[in-house]
């Protein structure tokens, strides 16, 4: 697996030619560091170097690091956006690496070293901890304690009391769990979090909080297996989700968990977070087998569909190969893999009230509600429908938000899910809405064969209960409430570059794509489909089934090798 992420690695760098480096380069050469995207790319050049990669590029290189390492020191002073908290660990880690390969002449690496003992991380990072203060400064705090216990590790810098500040501040967010609690619980910055400080014990940190962060990384271990797809990618939930980078986080922790619980002796536990760590890797692989994309579509990229203002190519991009670096360092590959849960399936986990998902998994589909979301990104309701091997995003990967979080081509009016609905005083309200409290009151699971019963008590105070069952056939969906009831189905359509082909009739709606079909059925009528709606993978088009008091919908994806387009 070593190999493997190092090639990930120069496989992302590959997404940037020779020459958009040297012209990214004469643009900060100009301009001076004005983000973090440039030092990720100069970090990973220089680990690749290490590696014996890209060797062509070594004059480039050496240009960049100088840059970098003479510029970070003072670049907040000139530049309040630089980014230097997500910086710093990613240069010092190049270094060693370099070092170690012994890939560049010591006076240069002197220098470099010489050059980063000037950091005062009072004044290098943006966001700093106050001790005297009860406030969350969310994960950043985390990325500068490991970028100081990085330097401290390499020996050009000892910021003992300015670790132990940020550390502090970090672990009051973790919930019962070992969850990180982002404001907001965005479930991507969990995953930020917890490697970043990982990385801090990683590193030699001895301090008063070592044994509380390790304590709260193996209460979030199992959490964190249960919520994986069989796709092996990361849930669904708030800001950053669905890029490239995610699953190369997940892959992180995985083998952090992997190797310290091989060092305690507990293979099996060892394995299946080995096992989990190859599923995520996988699907970094096969988002990159179709093209070097930052997020999980296939829009220009310099569209931002599907994006933050923020998560723009020359960032995000080179994230994936900087993130999966730490993998690479924490993997243990004496250790071998068991298929983890995500794989095998078999039951149902609920999260903690901060982070409001469920998830149920029998080994071939997945699903996922919200029970409580963050309308900014996300819908209530049901919004992940995986089957193992599929495409993500040919049932649903994630729901549809009115929020104007990220960017899509479509204007977005209303949020939707796979949704169940009951209709009052001539007004649907659906389990998708702003304001709906759902609750999961059963959850049954043996083998193939996983179901759970949720209540939604939605917003004008009806009430709907929802059966889904999980089988080797499919999804089978039941809701049941008072008048008149619906299922609104989102039916994908467009990826940015390919459409589906979408056939059916008023029992049943077939969608081929890639090698597969997606194939809804029911005993009512499916009406609609005209209405597009956008999310960050794509356009669907959205269709409805009702019935009086009941409605059934029935989904299975299947593969289909006949279908080219």
Same mark, same amino acid.
């Given at each position: 697996m070593k190999d493997v992420y190092i090639d990930i690695m120069e496989q992302v760098v590959g997404a940037y030619t020779d020459e958009d480096i040297?012209?990214?380069?004469?643009?900060?050469?100009?301009?001076?560091?004005?983000?973090?995207?440039?030092?990720?790319?100069?970090?990973?050049?220089?680990?690749?170097?290490?590696?014996?990669?890209?060797?062509?590029?070594?004059?480039?290189?050496?240009?960049?690091?100088?840059?970098?390492?003479?510029?970070?020191?003072?670049?907040l002073s000139k530049c309040p956006h630089v980014g230097n908290d997500f910086s710093v660990k990613e240069i010092v880690l190049a270094l060693l690496a370099l070092e170690d390969a012994k890939r560049v002449p010591e006076d240069k690496t002197a220098y470099w070293r010489a050059c980063l003992a000037q950091i005062n991380p009072y004044t290098c990072y943006s966001i700093i901890a106050n001790p005297k203060e009860n406030k969350t400064v969310g994960n950043w705090a985390a990325y500068n304690a490991a970028s100081e216990q990085l330097r401290k590790f390499a020996g050009i810098g000892c910021e003992d009391t300015f670790i132990e500040d940020e550390i502090a501040n970090q672990v009051r967010e973790f919930d019962e769990s070992g969850l990180y609690k982002e404001p907001g619980c965005p479930i991507l910055y969990d995953l930020a979090a917890r490697v970043q400080l990982m990385a801090v014990n990683w590193f030699g940190y001895q301090g008063a909080y070592r044994d509380v962060l390790e304590e709260n990384f193996q209460k979030s271990g199992?959490?964190?297996?249960?919520?994986?797809?069989?796709?092996?990618?990361?849930?669904?939930?708030?800001?950053?989700?669905?890029?490239?980078?995610?699953?190369?986080?997940?892959?992180?922790?995985?083998?952090?968990?992997?190797?310290r619980y091989g060092k305690m002796g507990d293979l099996h536990q060892a394995g299946l977070f080995k096992g989990a760590a190859a599923l995520a890797?996988?699907?970094?692989?096969?988002?990159?087998?179709?093209?070097?994309?930052?997020?999980?579509?296939?829009?220009?990229?310099?569209?931002l569909y599907g994006c933050e203002g923020y998560g723009y190519f020359n960032k995000y991009m080179v994230?994936?190969?900087?993130?999966?670096?730490?993998?690479?360092?924490?993997?243990?590959?004496?250790?071998?893999?068991?298929?983890?849960?995500?794989?095998?399936?078999?039951?149902?986990?609920?999260?903690?009230?901060?982070?409001?998902?469920?998830?149920?998994?029998?080994?071939?589909?997945?699903?996922?509600?919200?029970?409580?979301?963050?309308?900014?990104y996300d819908a209530g309701g049901l919004g992940r429908i995986h089957r193992k091997g599929a495409p993500s995003a040919l049932c649903l990967s994630l729901p549809f938000s009115k929020g104007k979080a990220y960017h899509t081509d479509v204007e977005r009016t209303e949020?939707?899910?796979?949704?169940?609905?009951?209709?009052?005083?001539?007004?649907?309200?659906?389990?998708?809405?702003?304001?709906?409290?759902?609750?999961?009151?059963?959850?049954?699971?043996?083998? +193939?064969? *996983? =179901? @759970? /019963?949720?209540?939604?008590?939605? #917003?004008?105070?009806?009430? !709907?209960?929802?059966?889904?069952?999980?089988?080797? +056939?499919? *999804? =089978? @969906? /039941?809701?049941?409430?008072?008048? #008149?009831?619906?299922?609104? !189905?989102?039916?994908?359509?467009?990826?940015?570059?390919?459409?589906?082909?979408?056939?059916?009739?008023?029992?049943?709606?077939?969608?081929?794509?890639?090698?597969?079909?997606?194939?809804?059925?029911?005993e009512g009528h499916f009406t609609g489909g005209e209405t597009i709606f956008a999310n960050r993978n794509g356009h669907y088009r959205l269709f409805e089934v009702q019935g009086e008091g009941e409605i059934s919908l029935r989904i299975a994806i299947e593969e289909d090798v006949v279908w080219v387009k």
């Open positions: 040297r012209v990214y380069l004469a643009q900060v050469e100009e301009r001076g560091l004005q983000e973090h995207g440039f030092p990720r790319l100069t970090a990973c050049l220089g680990i690749l170097l290490a590696k014996g990669r890209k060797a062509h590029l070594y004059p480039t290189f050496i240009r960049m690091m100088d840059l970098c390492c003479g510029q970070i020191p003072t670049a199992l959490p964190t297996l249960y919520m994986q797809s069989v796709t092996g990618e990361i849930p669904y939930g708030g800001r950053s989700n669905q890029f490239l980078f995610n699953e190369a986080y997940l892959a992180c922790v995985c083998e952090y968990e992997a190797t890797t996988r699907a970094i692989n096969d988002t990159l087998k179709d093209g070097l994309r930052h997020v999980k579509n296939f829009f220009p990229k310099d569209s994230s994936t190969a900087s993130f999966i670096y730490l993998a690479h360092v924490f993997a243990d590959d004496s250790i071998e893999a068991i298929s983890p849960p995500a794989e095998t399936g078999g039951y149902v986990y609920e999260t903690t009230p901060a982070f409001h998902k469920v998830f149920a998994n029998n080994g071939t589909y997945f699903v996922q509600y919200d029970l409580k979301a963050d309308c900014r949020t939707l899910s796979i949704a169940c609905g009951i209709e009052q005083d001539g007004t649907w309200v659906r389990s998708c809405d702003s304001g709906t409290e759902s609750f999961v009151q059963e959850k049954w699971a043996q083998g +193939e064969t *996983v =179901s @759970l /019963t949720l209540s939604h008590l939605l #917003s004008n105070g009806g009430r !709907v209960e929802e059966r889904c069952l999980l089988s080797k +056939e499919g *999804v =089978s @969906l /039941t809701a049941r409430g008072t008048g #008149s009831v619906s299922y609104q !189905v989102p039916v994908f359509y467009f990826d940015g570059e390919t459409y589906t082909e979408i056939r059916g009739d008023a029992r049943e709606i077939q969608v081929y794509y890639k090698g597969y079909k997606c194939v809804y059925r029911t």
